[in-house]
């Protein structure tokens, strides 16, 4: 993981990724059937707000994030509700993977925070290993569209994404939005949804 002190941004309250609402690109995408319920996995999953509402929609959620900080966080916003929905620190690069398989996988800026291409392989790789064979992963990433700017997420590039995924799982779509933060504008991003592959990818076509 990237040399952020992530405990420390979790205790001073420096969340601007943390709106209190839902991401409304995940919402989108469940309400028009681009997943339905099932074991769902959170990756990066902060202070538990997608979580709970992936739970609330009839999904068994786990939620695991770097931070231990912020997994108690999102187990007091849980409370006492009688919600499927749990949540474990975890180094999703480099820890035990979760057991099972799961239907949804779903990370709100959590890919895009690798610097690194071969960073951005694993965590791609290791979604491929936790998916089962109808699953798809959500990735909302930060994009290199719009102007610059001195603050909000990371920036990745259509091709770095490509060249992170495709080796491992199939692109279904990858397309312009925006992300949504506490006192900063939208910022653009862009929306990858991924499937397990069928069949390995095949090489680019030359010429005989």
């Known amino acids: 993981m990237p040399n952020t002190p992530w ?87 480099t820890g035990e993977l979760p057991a099972g398989e799961f239907r949804f996988v ?25 998916l089962g064979p109808d699953g798809v992963w959500l990735s909302l990433i930060g994009s290199t569209e719009g102007p610059p700017r001195d603050a909000g997420p990371p920036r990745r590039s259509a091709r770095e994404i490509v060249e992170a995924i495709e080796p491992v799982l199939e692109i279904v779509e990858l397309r312009a939005a925006t992300f949504q933060a506490q006192g900063l504008p939208r910022s653009h991003s862009w929306v990858c949804v991924a499937r397990r592959r069928s069949v390995p990818a095949q090489p680019s076509t030359r010429p005989a």
Do not use: M
């Not at 339905?36 to 999904?59: D, I, K």
């Open 106 to 130: 779903f990370d709100r800026g959590c890919f895009h925070v690798f610097h690194e291409a071969g960073q951005r392989a694993v965590f791609a790789e290791r979604v491929g290993k936790v």
């Open 7 to 93: 405990n420390d941004r979790y205790a001073s309250g420096d969340l601007p990724w943390d709106t209190g609402e839902p991401d409304d690109n995940l919402v989108r995408f469940v309400r028009s059937g681009g997943v339905t319920p099932g074991r769902a996995l959170e990756v990066g999953c902060g202070t538990g707000t997608n979580a709970s509402w992936l739970a609330g929609q009839g999904f068994d959620v786990l939620g695991v994030d770097l931070s231990p900080l912020a997994i108690e966080k999102a187990q007091a916003r849980l409370g006492e509700r009688a919600l499927p929905c749990r949540f474990a620190a975890l180094d999703f690069l």
